[in-house]
């Protein structure tokens, strides 16, 4: 199959796919759609530029060609995998859940520093959720316990006591430093999610993942921005 004829396909299908997300009963130009589909689906906000190119090449080849076997435009084959790759994340889009569904390790408000230093030491760790018993208090993370150590020092002694982590929550600059989100949200969403929060003076440190995206669940997994970076 040419390059032209494989393009040709990953572009129709990706107007079907979008015309499902605007809800587009009637003819609308591929250009119009692409608003239109914006403005409910973060993947077609991400890759709005290449679309629109796309659209552009595609009148290319369709009204300059000369045979049914032949075309003025002919795809590089970057090109091509590009498109076939947005096709293939539009059509089915890869979820949180698939991803990154991992036993987490939480921690109660009772336990102490040590606990969060013995995890950062051994696990790597950043994000520690803390609960009261089977409740959701919050999350510490190493930022948190940094402001801690440096508010609570005297001169340039430690402190005598060891805090739990309710005392370390108290620390965190932004107590709403997390987000609670069903194991069904597509990576582009969560991606979203991260993005808007910088935009709008809350930075996210952590999506805490669960079947719906309620407090009360079952933790399933933590996707961290550096966590979304890493997914193509």
């Known amino acids: 199959m040419k390059n032209s004829d494989r393009f040709l396909t990953a572009f129709n299908r990706i107007d079907h796919s979008m015309r499902e997300i605007a809800e587009a009963k009637d003819f609308i130009a591929f250009y119009r759609l692409i608003d239109l589909a914006k403005k409910k689906s973060p993947l077609v906000r991400k890759y709005e530029d290449d679309l629109r190119s796309y659209a552009d090449l595609r009148n290319a080849i369709v009204h300059n060609r000369t045979s049914m076997e032949y075309v003025i435009a002919e795809p590089h084959i970057e090109v091509v995998e590009k498109i076939e790759h947005i096709d293939e994340v539009l059509t089915k889009p890869k979820l949180v859940g698939q991803l990154f569904k991992k036993r987490v390790f939480t921690f109660q408000t009772t336990h102490s520093l040590q606990h969060i230093l013995k995890a950062i030491r051994k696990q790597k760790y950043t994000q520690f959720p803390v609960y009261e018993n089977h409740a959701f208090k919050g999350l510490v993370t190493t930022v948190g316990v940094t402001n801690w150590l440096a508010t609570s020092m005297a001169g340039a002694r430690l402190p005598q006591h060891t805090p739990t982590l309710e005392d370390i929550l108290k620390y965190e600059n932004n107590n709403r430093n997390y987000k609670f989100i069903s194991r069904f949200m597509t990576i582009y969403e969560a991606e979203e999610i991260f993005k808007q929060g910088v ?27 550096i966590d979304i970076m890493k997914v193509d």
């Open 199 to 225: 935009e709008r003076g809350r930075r996210f440190e952590a999506l805490l993942i669960t079947e719906h995206g309620k407090p009360h669940q079952k933790l399933l997994g933590i996707v961290t921005p």
